[in-house]
């Protein structure tokens, strides 16, 4: 059958749109694979469904490139809110659910402001430190981030025996530009690759500033996407809350696929 799809973007981390409200679209992992290969299908680092749900305005339902479901995405869960704006099933504000839980956004023509997840816990590892912001991260300070070897580097660690056995994670690299603006490089898990952008990475990061580096809210990220900005209050030692990523998000062409 033809479906039709929407191509959003969020400082280059880009993903298919589709309106699931009416719980069609077959959801199959290969399938879903083929639809974000950059060579073979429409091209992108996920896959979102927007869906019904009877106790938020929508659920976000969010898949890797590779096909899998993955965990919480931020850039995806600020797409999303345009993409709902979009289609008029919400106004400038909302709540929804995602697999991490519930969310809330706000929405101007410039940004999506949205509030991400409570966090607590830092582990702290010699080369690296390592927080969960609704996806896994591992947070690594360097020098000179522009000409570093991100893929290479991250793929060591994402598939270091330490980490498969723990499941996986992503890979976040940082270097500080200033006293309010970090630079972030990630390789994400799922997409296998250094992505553009990536939402609950630079909240990592951000957060793991704070702590390691005493940077104070809001914290500015550049990402090789653009620009976005993570807000938050610290409640303890290790503990977050009213985290907010903060950035653009828009649509970039729609047409229809045979799934």
Same mark, same amino acid.
């Given at each position: 059958?033809?479906? *039709? ?15 699931? +409200? ?31 749900? $009877? ?26 809110? +345009? ?6 099933? #919400? ?15 706000? /929405? ?19 080369? !690296?430190? !390592? ?6 991260? /591992? ?15 991250? !793929?060591?660690? +994402? !598939? *270091?025996? $330490? ?22 490089? =990630? ?20 957060? =793991? ?9 809001? #914290? ?8 976005? $900005?993570? *807000?938050?209050?610290? =409640? *303890? ?13 828009? +649509? ?8």
């Amino acid at each position: 059958m033809n479906i *039709s799809f929407y191509k959003y973007q969020g400082t280059g981390n880009d993903f298919i749109m589709i309106d699931d +409200r009416a719980g069609t679209f077959p959801m199959d992992k290969e399938r879903i694979a083929h639809l974000c290969h950059r060579r073979f299908g429409i091209g992108a680092d996920g896959l979102i469904l927007l869906q019904n749900d $009877e106790a938020y305005d929508f659920r976000m339902k969010y898949f890797n490139a590779d096909g899998g479901e993955g965990s919480m995405c931020g850039n995806g869960g600020r797409a999303t809110v +345009r993409f709902a704006h979009d289609l008029g099933v #919400i106004g400038d504000q909302t709540r929804f659910i995602a697999v991490d839980g519930e969310h809330e956004a706000l /929405v101007t023509s410039e940004q999506i402001s949205l509030k991400m997840s409570n966090v607590k816990g830092l582990e702290e590892h010699p080369d !690296y430190a !390592y927080m969960n912001t609704g996806s896994p991260h /591992v947070v690594a300070f360097k020098e000179n981030l522009q000409d570093f070897k991100v893929y290479q580097e991250g !793929y060591a660690i +994402r !598939y *270091s025996d $330490e980490w498969v056995k723990r499941g996986g994670t992503n890979v976040n690299f940082v270097e500080q530009q200033g006293d309010q603006q970090l630079f972030v490089r =990630t390789y994400e898990r799922g997409v296998e690759d250094e992505t553009y952008s990536c939402g609950t990475g630079v909240t990592a990061c951000a957060l =793991t500033a704070h702590v390691k580096l005493g940077m104070e809210s809001p #914290i500015k990220i550049k990402v090789l996407g653009g620009n976005l $900005e993570v *807000s938050f209050e610290q =409640t *303890s030692a290790d503990a977050f809350e009213n985290i907010y990523l903060i950035g653009p998000a828009e +649509r970039v062409f729609e047409g229809t696929v045979e799934v």
